[in-house]
């Protein structure tokens, strides 16, 4: 018990994980030692091993967990026994022959250019805080590909007009600068002209709620799936699938891997590179559609 909660400690205030983060990985552990208590009788975190690994494994997908939810187990299982052998306290990692799960990558779903050119150039919104807010939150997200949580913690002071760029705390508190254009810089200044005239007292915050609030999640997710609604038959009309656009749009404007990996904050260059697959699945259909032997 010491053992995982020493390797929690270290995750939080080491690796600077989130508390979400943190709470996965201890369900993690903790299903991986019932299930090895009650099928081996082992309790003893030294005493964990390579078959129990690859029995419980079996269990998993036996049990149906999806190849994602396996794979994301077994990384936490990676993890806390590298964190050990780090400690000096195993010599050998139960998980060295332990080959993550072969799964399907689904392509993220992600609105089309003309759509988003709809929402934003032709479809009004309202002239009062709460419409100037949402559309601009609406461009926001379009033009800087930052997540939800990026977008709540924004504050007035992390935007440089001059230098027209953003500076937004990621994931780990991982600091990037976004760049943005012309037409969002005007829109960001008008914004704060409303807002200070509505809410006198300052908030530290860039976005509010309609009394001067901090945003919150639901929120946001309401404001982006009713306008999305109005241009997309999409399931998803999330916050993300805007990041999804994004960065679609970048690579089919020629924007290189790289230049899009560091403005959407990933650690690998491979979680960019599904945008990669999307835009070729994209001009796959429009040559089928366009060419007369396809």
Request: hydrophobic share 40%.
């Amino acid at each position: 018990m010491m053992l995982k909660d020493s390797f929690l400690t270290y995750l939080t205030y080491e690796r600077c994980y989130s508390a979400h983060t943190v709470i996965s990985y201890r369900n993690d552990l903790n299903q991986f030692g019932d299930y090895v208590e009650k099928e081996f009788g082992v309790s003893d975190n030294k005493e964990f091993g390579y078959q129990m690994v690859r029995q419980w494994l079996i269990h998993l997908m036996d049990s149906g967990y999806t190849p994602a939810s396996v794979n994301r187990k077994l990384s936490t299982l990676r993890s806390f026994f590298n964190y050990l052998i780090k400690e000096k306290i195993i010599t050998v990692n139960p998980m060295s022959k332990i080959e993550c799960v072969k799964a399907v990558k689904r392509l993220p779903s992600f609105v089309k250019e003309p759509e988003m050119d709809r929402l934003l150039d032709e479809i009004s919104f309202s002239s009062d805080f709460k419409g100037i807010r949402d559309k601009l939150i609406i461009s926001f997200f379009y033009e800087t590909g930052v997540r939800c949580s990026e977008l709540i913690g924004l504050r007035e002071s992390d935007v440089d007009f001059d230098l027209m760029q953003i500076k937004v705390n990621g994931k780990r508190n991982k600091q990037r600068l976004i760049p943005f254009g012309h037409h969002l810089n005007e829109s960001l200044l008008s914004y704060i002209e409303v807002k200070k005239i509505l809410f006198p007292v300052k908030s530290l915050f860039l976005f509010v709620t309609e009394k001067g609030e901090m945003l919150y999640p639901m929120l946001v997710y309401k404001v982006v799936k009713n306008q999305l609604s109005l241009v997309t038959s999409l399931a998803k009309r999330s916050p993300h699938v805007i990041r999804h656009s994004f960065a679609t749009a970048l690579l089919n404007h020629g924007a290189g891997i790289n230049s899009v990996k560091e403005l959407l904050g990933h650690e690998s260059l491979s979680t960019t590179q599904i945008y990669t697959h999307v835009s070729f699945e994209e001009m796959k259909k429009e040559y089928k559609q366009a060419h007369p032997r396809a």
